[in-house]
Structures are given as C-alpha cells and as structure tokens.
C-alpha cells in the first residue's frame, strides 16, 4: 500500500515564500512523474507544476517564475517552492505521483492549506 503524505501548508502573508514537500511510503518501485495540483474554494482541482523522472518540469501560467517544483527519487519526496505568494495563490495543495507498486497507478496525497493574507 502506498501512501502520500504533504506538509509545509499554512499562513503567509502576500510577498511571502512557502516550502512544501511530498513523501511518499509504501512498496514502492518506481516514480514515473510528480505533480502538485490546487483547489481553492468553488473552483475546479487544476495543475500547478509537473516533474518528470528525467526531471522535465511544467508550470501553469499564473505560477512561472515564482514556483519552483523538485523531486527527489532516492528519497521519494516531491517539493514545491513558492515565492512572491499573492492572495490568489490561497488554495488546498494536493500532492500527486504516478508510482509503479507492482504497476503504475495514481496516488494522491490528502491536501495541505495555503493561506496567502495579510
């Protein structure tokens, strides 16, 4: 069984950074891909940042040049660093990795709150 688990949420105020990381734990064989995606409220769940094994990354329009996502494959742990937080940013962050247990399956971690505030 596999499972993820976030951390690093909470407050800051605009201009602030923010630090959060993904471990995952389990029978783990591989990771194909890690990815945080946001939730804010009455929104739908959209993607944020994307790494791959080979460490190829995407960001979605309103996060480049401020967000930062990282993997670490001997630790499998995903971080995401975020910079220059506006109040828009304020969201539930959810962790996602594609693991190879036996065979590639999605896994989700249970979301961390960002809240962006002065």
């Known amino acids: 069984q596999v499972q993820l688990e976030e951390s690093g949420g909470g407050l800051v105020q605009p201009g602030g950074s923010l630090t959060l990381s993904c471990a995952a734990s389990g029978s783990i064989r591989s990771i194909a891909s890690m990815a945080w995606y946001r939730q804010a409220p009455g929104k739908q769940r959209e993607l944020v940042a994307h790494?791959?094994?080979?460490?190829?990354?995407t960001y979605m329009d309103s996060v480049k040049g401020r967000f930062s996502i990282s993997g670490d494959n001997a630790k499998n742990t995903v971080y995401l660093q975020m910079n220059s937080l506006k109040p828009e940013d304020t969201a539930v962050y959810y962790c996602y990795m594609a693991i190879d247990a036996g065979s590639i399956s999605a896994y989700w971690g249970r979301g961390t709150q960002v809240t962006v505030s002065s």
């Open positions: 790494i791959t094994r080979s460490s190829s990354t």
